[in-house]
């Protein structure tokens, strides 16, 4: 990969939370990586491992106690959080801490006015943001009058409609149903071909699976895998010891003879398929 | 460590001579302190109240960390009176002229003594509030009177107030995120920390709706007496201080108004 390519890295980076009780906590232990163009990557660990504390690394809203997080060229530390929402869209945990305008199509717009957009474009961009998550029959209700799964997706599409580079998104299927989830899904990997970036912070393994190409797990603040998923959840003694679980489509693809499929298999369209070609073609015949 | 912490307790838990005094002495301890910065003008008087409280609070093993945060808190609002009070008072000789404006001398030392006074009687009620829990400080207020409906209104207010401040941050960092950048002179900040205010309260209103359902499913209001865990109770050493304290007071208040005590800006008494 040519450092060109590069949209933001984590060189270093060490965090400890200023707490008036108790010893000083290290949400973040030495973290290093790099986040190139068209990744869709997902983020996991053990709740309180650093997860979120690493995502607000990403656009300055925390800067590191040691090391240093660049975004393009331009070092966290020389620059604001709300200048950086261009390039790097966080969507945080619950959604009510973003929302505050009477209509869902303002909330989509809000964050247009920060970016010198023409009105036609603003407009433009925001219609487009309201389609992608289905939200253009509701465009003109309160947002506080919807359950937690449409609030939800309605903070989604205002960070998607500011239409940045890297897009950030802390725990964004809590509260959405199976089908709301494969439309985000959807999206995600529409916006990702587009040459985009995705950082998907999620607790649900398979989730994971079936849509990340690169993992990152964390432990205690440390970064303690980073690769294809094929690979992360193959190390079982590694996920024992932090906690996590294995996703039934990679226990099942290991337990399987190789022959049938390919045991770093994790995700189940990847498993279908090669299923359908092995076994299925054997059976035909 | 970047981020400012997300809330304040001003309470230290502990077992010092001042923890295990009951919660109403020291609520008298903090009426009466209280009467005689507001009584006194004498800059060496109210330095020595402030001087004395830091060492009992000292004593009593409050954190001086937190008594730094005080004073980091009160800081501002003390330098914004001193510098403010010329502004007013026009008394005494000109010090400088600054075209309409004349700062005297005596101006400069009336804002002081404001500001020791404000301190003085914030770290008075540091006394009661830094040593003293919410369980306990509520309890004293409903052994003096107050409805134990509202007592329990109170110990939620209070307990909510750490709460509502790290909603609060969490939302400002949200809206960063979003694109916000506060900046620009004080009106143009306050117009751009309105989607803040908004959010917090909504995502507070939130919360309180949750707790108040808490709240019946645990049947709270259903009954009008309630029993109580562990009540205070007045203990010998607690009614000493009480009239010891009380004594010292009504002197102390008899000499400043007949007697001129501490009504001299600098005389040393
Ligand atoms: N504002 C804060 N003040 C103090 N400590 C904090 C704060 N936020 C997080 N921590 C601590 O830092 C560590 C990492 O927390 P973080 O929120 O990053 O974990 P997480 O992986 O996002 O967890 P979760 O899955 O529960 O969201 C935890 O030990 C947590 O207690
Ligand atoms: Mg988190």
Redesign the interface.
């Given at each position: 990969m040519s450092q060109a390519e590069s949209l933001v890295v984590v060189d270093g980076v060490s965090f400890?939370?200023?707490?008036?009780d108790g010893p000083i906590q290290t949400a973040l232990d030495d973290v290093s990586l790099t986040i190139r163009r068209g990744e869709l990557i997902g983020l996991v660990g053990q709740n309180g491992s650093g997860k979120s504390t690493l995502a607000?690394h990403l656009?300055g809203?925390?800067?590191p106690?040691a090391g240093r997080v660049l975004v393009g060229d331009v070092d966290t530390r020389e620059t604001?959080?709300?200048?950086l929402?261009?390039t790097v869209?966080?969507?945080?945990q619950?959604p009510?801490?973003?929302?505050?305008?009477p209509t869902v199509r303002e909330e989509i717009a809000?964050?247009l006015?920060?970016?010198a957009l023409d009105e036609s474009e603003a407009a433009a961009r925001a219609s487009t943001a309201l389609a992608a998550f289905g939200l253009t029959q509701v465009a003109d209700k309160h947002p506080?009058s919807f359950g937690r799964g449409t609030r939800r997706l309605i903070v989604l599409a205002?960070?998607y409609a500011?239409a940045p580079a890297l897009l950030v998104l802390d725990e964004p299927t809590g509260g959405l149903d199976y089908r709301l989830t494969s439309r985000l899904v959807e999206t995600l990997r529409a916006y990702i071909a587009a040459g985009n970036s995705v950082v998907l912070i999620s607790h649900d393994m398979q989730l994971v699976a079936n849509t990340c190409d690169r993992v990152l797990a964390l432990s205690d603040g440390r970064l303690i895998a980073d690769g294809p998923p094929g690979r992360l959840f193959r190390d079982r003694d590694m996920l024992a010891s932090t906690g996590l679980n294995v996703p039934d489509v990679a226990r099942i693809a290991q337990a399987l003879p190789e022959t049938l499929v390919d045991p770093d298999t994790v995700a189940i369209d990847d498993f279908v398929e090669q299923f359908q070609r092995t076994v299925m073609k054997r059976e035909l015949r | 460590m970047s981020v400012a912490r997300a809330s304040f307790d001003f309470y230290a838990p502990g077992s010092s001579w001042l923890h295990r005094r009951d919660p109403r002495v020291k609520l008298g301890i903090v009426i009466g302190g209280s009467a005689l910065a507001l009584l006194w003008i004498n800059i060496w008087l109210l330095l020595s109240v402030l001087l004395l409280v830091h060492l009992v609070l000292w004593l009593a093993g409050y954190p001086l960390a937190n008594l730094w945060t005080v004073w980091r808190t009160i800081g501002p609002l003390l330098i914004v009176v001193i510098l403010v009070w010329p502004l007013f008072d026009r008394s005494g000789t000109a010090l400088v002229t600054l075209g309409p404006i004349e700062i005297t001398g005596m101006a400069l030392l009336r804002g002081t003594v404001t500001a020791a006074r404000l301190a003085a009687v914030s770290f008075v009620f540091l006394l009661w509030i830094g040593t003293t829990s919410v369980r306990e400080l509520v309890r004293g207020f409903v052994r003096l009177g107050l409805p134990d409906a509202w007592g329990m209104s109170l110990t939620i207010g209070l307990r909510f107030i750490p709460t509502f401040a790290g909603i609060f941050q969490t939302v400002t960092d949200a809206q960063k995120s979003r694109g916000l950048v506060l900046e620009g002179n004080f009106i143009e900040r306050g117009r751009l920390m309105l989607p803040i205010l908004v959010s917090s309260l909504v995502t507070a209103l939130r919360a309180s709706e949750q707790l108040a359902m808490t709240l019946e499913s645990r049947a709270f209001g259903a009954t009008k007496r309630r029993t109580v865990l562990r009540d205070i109770q007045m203990t010998a050493a607690d009614w000493m201080t009480l009239i010891v304290g009380a004594a010292v007071v009504a002197t102390l208040v008899y000499l400043s108004l007949w007697h001129g005590f501490g009504q001299s800006l600098t005389a040393p008494f």
């Open positions: 400890s939370y200023d707490r008036q607000r656009n809203l925390l800067l106690d604001e959080p709300g200048r929402a261009g869209g966080y969507v945080f619950n009510d801490h973003a929302l505050f305008l809000y964050g006015q920060f970016q506080a205002a960070a500011m | -």
